[in-house]
């Protein structure tokens, strides 16, 4: 089976422009979560998504938003960029059943803003 | 105080080296995981645990849910087990999915 895969790899963006993230979970997949890597604040979790719906939001900023479509892959928007939301961003993809705590990871954007 | 706290921050050791990681947290969980990043790298899945024990090659890792504690050990330790190991926390019901991480140890292994 095909990994967990995220694209870009990389990014520049300038403050006040947005992104959109994408990530392809494991087939078979249903469950999506999304973190940010930071040198600051470490691993924090933004949300988690599951059959299309948001279960699970962290406490970021609404310009912080994502989505999840019928085949599982997941999409993360982030608006109005700042310089604090340069970081590595992960997905990580889960079955839902069965070993329903296992998380796989992807490789990561890493986002720089300047 | 952090939900996940994880110790030591940094550790140095020589290639061979028993070394062990450990990991404490003031939740009840339903699983914990143990994660590895190398330098510049993404995060790799070591172990998920949910009670007792798991082996994987030379890596073992234990929870004991009463306690709240689980430690990562590391046998014969290797230059190539040099990374960051992070310890994240699953609370399980409705924050399934929602991982709580620790700060991560720093591990490095001189030949």
């Known amino acids: 089976k095909a990994g967990v895969t995220q694209t870009p790899r990389y990014l520049i963006k300038t403050r006040g422009q947005q992104v959109t993230l994408s990530c392809s979970p494991i087939?078979?997949?249903?469950?999506v979560s999304w973190y940010q890597q930071t040198p600051g604040q470490g691993l924090q979790f933004l949300f988690e998504?599951?059959?299309?719906?948001?279960?699970n939001k962290g406490n970021f900023p609404g310009r912080f938003s994502g989505r999840q479509f019928s085949n599982s892959r997941s999409e993360m928007n982030v608006s109005t960029l700042e310089l604090g939301d340069s970081a590595l961003y992960l997905c990580?993809?889960?079955?839902?059943?069965?070993?329903?705590?296992?998380?796989?990871f992807g490789p990561g954007t890493r986002l720089t803003v300047t | 105080k952090n939900e996940v706290e994880q110790s030591p921050q940094n550790l140095t050791a020589q290639e061979g080296e028993f070394i062990t990681i450990n990991c404490s947290y003031s939740?009840?969980?339903?699983?914990l995981h143990w994660l590895q990043q190398h330098p510049g790298g993404g995060i790799v899945s070591l172990f998920m645990?949910?009670?007792g024990k798991k082996k994987h090659g030379r890596l073992i890792a234990t929870i004991n849910i009463q306690e709240k504690h689980s430690s990562l050990h590391i046998t014969a330790s290797h230059p190539r087990d040099s990374a960051v190991y992070i310890c994240?926390?699953?609370?399980?019901?409705?924050?399934?999915?929602?991982?709580?991480f620790g700060q991560g140890t720093i591990l490095t292994v001189h030949p």
């Open positions: 994240a926390v699953d609370a399980g019901g409705t924050s399934y999915g929602k991982l709580t």
């Open positions: 998504y599951f059959s299309e719906t948001q279960r």
């Open positions: 990580a993809s889960s079955p839902g059943r069965g070993n329903r705590y296992e998380q796989y």
């Open positions: 939740v009840g969980i339903s699983a």
């Open positions: 087939s078979g997949h249903r469950s």
């Open positions: 645990l949910s009670s």
